[in-house]
């Protein structure tokens, strides 16, 4: 099995179950559509998504992200090419999985009315529209993940537990930073998904709102190599230019954030 294989698989299992239970919990007659519970089990299924698709492509390492891939990058533990590799298989993973959702609630995309909760089951958007904040939001909430992901990584348990791990570090994520902007925290998991809406043929489905779609881009990006480096330069003393640039963006966004929500 090739890498390009494996990132496609664990990403198609990802977006499968990960876009699936947004469409569950937000499409009109869905069984699973509960409005008081709905970011309770949202929370849940994307951690279960990220654990099952981490289980389902361990021969590539299991990024499943391009956040992952470009902050490994970053640190020198990732070749260019293989970045590269790992980026198009994560986009065919995410854009099949995109398919196979709109198959599977074909009946519902033409009984639910409101072009938002479409448009919400495939991509994120903010609560409240705040650019800069909600940039930030992003490279906090990826940047969190990425800490911990490494964290985790120097942690024994287990054989085979580490990925259960792993979805409950997107759960606590999603439960405590995601009410902002649905926390992306992963570049392909919003945009494949956003075009995906775009093409698909989905009765009144309205904009796909790509006039956001360079924040859950550069937000995870960003704080993917920031979670990286900074635990690189916390716990094993190494340092190189791109900690430095991811702290100064977010330094930046913080201060264009702190600016835009002043009144």
Not at 201 to 230: A, E, H, M
Request: glycine letters at 12%.
């Amino acid at each position: 099995m090739s890498e390009l294989l494996s990132e496609a698989i664990g990403t198609f299992v990802l977006i499968l179950f990960g876009c699936g239970v947004n469409a569950g919990i937000s499409l009109k007659s869905s069984f699973s559509k509960r409005d008081s519970n709905s970011w309770t089990v949202g929370t849940l299924g994307w951690g279960l998504a990220v654990t099952l698709g981490v289980y389902a492509s361990q021969y590539s390492g299991a990024h499943i992200n391009p956040a992952v891939t470009f902050g490994l990058l970053s640190s020198g533990d990732i070749e260019l090419t293989k970045a590269f590799e790992y980026l198009i298989g994560q986009s065919i993973g995410a854009f099949l999985a995109c398919i196979i959702i709109y198959l599977h609630y074909l009946p519902h995309w033409s009984n639910t009315n409101d072009k938002e909760v479409k448009l919400g089951v495939f991509a994120t958007s903010p609560a409240i529209s705040s650019k800069w904040s909600n940039l930030n939001s992003e490279i906090l909430g990826t940047f969190t993940l990425l800490f911990g992901l490494k964290f985790i990584g120097i942690n024994e348990f287990a054989e085979g537990l580490n990925p259960i791990v792993v979805g409950c570090l997107v759960c606590a994520i999603g439960i405590s930073l995601g009410g902002t902007t649905g926390y992306a925290i992963n570049p392909v998991r919003d945009f494949i998904p956003r075009l995906s809406h775009y093409v698909l043929p989905i009765p009144g489905k309205g904009d796909s709102n790509f006039n956001y779609s360079w924040i859950p881009i550069i937000g995870p990006l960003t704080g993917g190599v920031l979670g990286v480096t900074l635990y690189e330069y916390l716990f094993e003393n190494i340092e190189n230019i791109y900690l430095y640039l991811s702290v100064g963006i977010f330094l930046l966004v913080s201060t264009l954030s702190i600016i835009e929500n002043k009144n």
